[in-house]
């Protein structure tokens, strides 16, 4: 069973940084995909940024390019966001999610970290 705690999150006024992080404990495979996913009140879940096993191949949702940046540290078993130039728009819960190896099914949730930026 694998566990994913994600750490970080708190509130931040516009213009300003958080990095969060996750941290996998537990038993874990090598090919997995590792992925940020958030919801905002009211509105659907959405993969903000997704990063391949080797950290050699990410993507980013559009509201996020050039902002958001995702990596990863395999020794630590742990991914991180590094989120700049914070938006109002971007206050939602944040969730960290561990990928089937290379598909697109989730296999893998985290607890979800409170991001909240102020205006």
């Known amino acids: 069973q694998v566990q994913l705690v994600e750490s970080g999150g708190g509130l931040v006024q516009a213009g300003g940084s958080l990095r969060l992080s996750c941290a996998a404990s537990?038993?874990?495979?090598?090919?997995?995909?590792m992925g940020w996913f958030r919801r905002a009140p009211g509105r659907e879940r959405e993969l903000v940024a997704r990063?391949?096993?080797?950290?050699?191949?990410?993507a980013y949702a559009d509201s996020v390019k050039g902002r958001f940046t995702i990596s990863r540290d395999n020794a630590k078993s742990t991914v991180y966001l590094q989120m700049n130039s914070l938006k109002p728009e971007d206050t939602a819960v944040y969730y960290c999610?561990?990928?089937?190896?290379?598909?697109?099914?989730?296999?893998?949730w985290g607890q979800g970290t409170q991001v909240t930026v102020s205006s």
């Open positions: 999610a561990m990928f089937l190896d290379t598909s697109t099914l989730i296999k893998n």
């Open positions: 537990g038993r874990t495979y090598s090919s997995d995909a």
């Open positions: 990063i391949s096993w080797s950290g050699g191949s990410t």
